[in-house]
């Protein structure tokens, strides 16, 4: 059973930083790329960062520059961080895995707000 659980969502004032971290079981972490998502209230939700397997990164145009994504393969974890946020990053971040299925976490909040 692929377990996906999110930390590290809460207020920030704009221009601050964050740091979501996503803790994975179930799952032969180190095999599988690892993503990203996000939803604003009344807005699909939307891919922000892939980290392939071999450590390979990937970014929507809307964060590059300002998010990174990295893994620790040893810890089965996932984070994003997240800098220069601005109120159009309010939303529900999600950590997603393809494994013989899409998997989901249930998401953290994060809502950049003064």
């Known amino acids: 059973q692929v377990q996906l659980v999110e930390s590290g969502g809460g207020l920030v004032q704009p221009g601050g930083s964050l740091r979501l971290s996503c803790a994975a079981s179930?799952?032969?972490?180190?095999?599988?790329?690892m993503k990203w998502y996000r939803q604003a209230p009344g807005k699909e939700r939307e891919w922000v960062a892939t980290?392939?397997?071999?450590?390979?990164?990937n970014y929507a145009d809307s964060v590059k520059g300002r998010f990174t994504i990295s893994r620790d393969n040893a810890k089965n974890t996932v984070a994003l961080q997240m800098n220069s946020l601005n109120a159009e990053d309010t939303a529900v971040y999600y950590c997603?895995?393809?494994?013989?299925?899409?998997?989901w976490g249930q998401g953290t909040q994060v809502t950049v707000s003064s």
């Open positions: 980290i392939a397997s071999g450590g390979a990164t």
């Open positions: 179930g799952v032969t972490f180190r095999r599988y790329d």
């Open positions: 997603y895995v393809y494994n013989r299925g899409a998997f």
